[in-house]
């Protein structure tokens, strides 16, 4: 599969997932070369907006329908929500050729500062650190705990098979440090995964990633 600017045909870079279990069935469409279209519903209202943010920050159109047994807690239906997005992240991308591979962005978000860095790698890894204490316990919105928040990242990171280094800086506000973050990721994202038109062929000295 090649991208824009890859030497090849260009090709519609897109996925779509469906995924089931006991615990939530998830529904993830996306498109790289969007423009920050999104439909999020995961009956987790914050979650909801922290996926629109990484939808319009990283120009991916991202539609996300999921359902799960948020009766008992709404871990099973975040933690899933992630794995799909970090599939079809993955297959959206194909190849990997002529893209800039490397990218990091630093947000901030008021008293709140995040920095994430990103290799679209093949090699899934996350480094996750510096949230204030007590951040884990917060709830956020009445549902997320924000224990949450590295799970999803260690969970998309994991299934996009990316490389993810995520640093809160700063921050008070519990909105705030997990927003900051998801808006980092985004736009590091976005650099990734763009097109570069002095790439030829697959960025890495293996031929492959």
């Known amino acids: 599969m090649g991208t824009p600017g890859s030497g090849g ?32 519903d995961t009956s987790v209202p914050f979650y909801d907006h922290m996926l629109t943010a990484l939808g319009k920050h990283s120009l991916m159109d991202l539609t996300v329908r999921a359902t799960g047994d948020t009766h ?13 997005l970090g599939q079809a992240f993955r297959q959206a991308l194909g190849d990997k050729a002529g893209i800039r591979r490397f990218a990091d962005a630093t947000v901030p978000l008021d008293e709140a500062l995040a920095h994430v860095v990103v290799d679209v790698s093949g090699r899934p890894y996350c480094v996750h650190e510096g949230e204030p204490a007590g951040q884990e316990f917060h709830l956020i919105g009445g549902h997320f705990t924000g224990s949450l928040t590295r799970h999803v990242l260690e969970s998309f990171a994991f299934h ?36 570069d038109p002095r790439v030829q062929g697959i960025p890495s000295t293996k031929g492959a990633l």
């Open 72 to 84: 008992i807690d709404v871990h099973h239906t975040v933690e899933d929500t992630a794995i799909v």
């Open 9 to 40: 045909p260009e090709v519609s870079r897109t996925a779509r997932i469906e995924r089931s279990t006991s615990e939530s069935s998830v529904l993830v469409e996306l498109d790289l070369d969007g423009s920050g279209q999104t439909q999020i």
């Open 160 to 195: 996009a098979q990316i490389c993810l280094h995520v640093r809160v800086l700063a921050g008070r506000d519990p909105h705030h440090v997990v927003e900051a973050q998801f808006k980092a990721l985004a736009r590091a994202l976005r650099y990734a995964v763009e097109p």
